[in-house]
């Protein structure tokens, strides 16, 4: 058990410091208060850690007064801080898990449009060959009436080489 010699407490923590840590008349009975002090005190030096008690938090630093062998203790009730991180750590996560959504969706439209693009090359491919392997003349003309496709057969059946005719009137 150990007698504190002083104890400076904000307003706002000393309210519920003082029962919170089992104090009475500079007397501690806290368990773990006590071995930080015995800590302390044995390698007369300071610890800054926190501790939770009756589900407040508090900011504690005992601090060894080398000049008059004592140990000084400054408390401050952090459970408004504390509350206000653990609601930005929850909004957090709750906005990873809507990115991480959004990224599985995403990851699926891109395979998909990869499907899809290897679906229409591959298409496309075999209709290109279709043109130009076909026993008919397949030519092809725009909008701008310019000739866009010559298919071997059309070479074959005009005289005309793709190369003359390809966008020509």
């Known amino acids: 058990l150990f007698i504190i010699d002083s104890i400076y407490i904000n307003a706002a923590s000393s309210i519920?410091?003082?029962?919170?840590?089992k104090m009475k008349k500079n007397k501690l009975t806290d368990?773990?208060?006590n071995r930080y002090f015995k800590k302390v005190k044995e390698n007369r030096n300071s610890e800054t850690f926190i501790q939770v008690r009756n589900k407040r938090h508090y900011s504690l630093t005992l601090v060894y007064v080398?000049?008059?062998?004592?140990?000084?203790?400054?408390a401050s009730d952090i459970s408004n801080f504390i509350n206000q991180v653990n609601e930005k750590e929850?909004?957090?996560?709750?906005?990873?898990?809507?990115?991480?959504?959004s990224n599985?969706?995403?990851?699926?439209?891109?395979?998909?449009m990869n499907k899809l693009r290897t679906a229409s090359e591959v298409v496309a491919k075999e209709l290109r060959q279709f043109i130009e392997t076909a026993n008919a003349p397949i030519f092809g003309i725009n909008s701008k009436g310019r000739v866009n496709e010559w298919n071997q057969?059309?070479?074959?059946?005009?005289?005309?080489?793709?190369?003359?005719?390809?966008?020509?009137?």
């Open 31 to 33: 368990r773990v208060l």
């Open 104 to 112: 599985v969706k995403l990851e699926k439209n891109i395979y998909e």
């Open 153 to 169: 057969t059309s070479e074959k059946i005009t005289g005309f080489k793709k190369e003359e005719v390809l966008g020509k009137d």
């Open 90 to 101: 929850k909004s957090l996560e709750e906005k990873s898990d809507k990115l991480l959504i």
């Open 66 to 74: 080398k000049e008059f062998n004592y140990t000084n203790i400054y």
């Open 16 to 21: 519920n410091f003082l029962l919170d840590f």
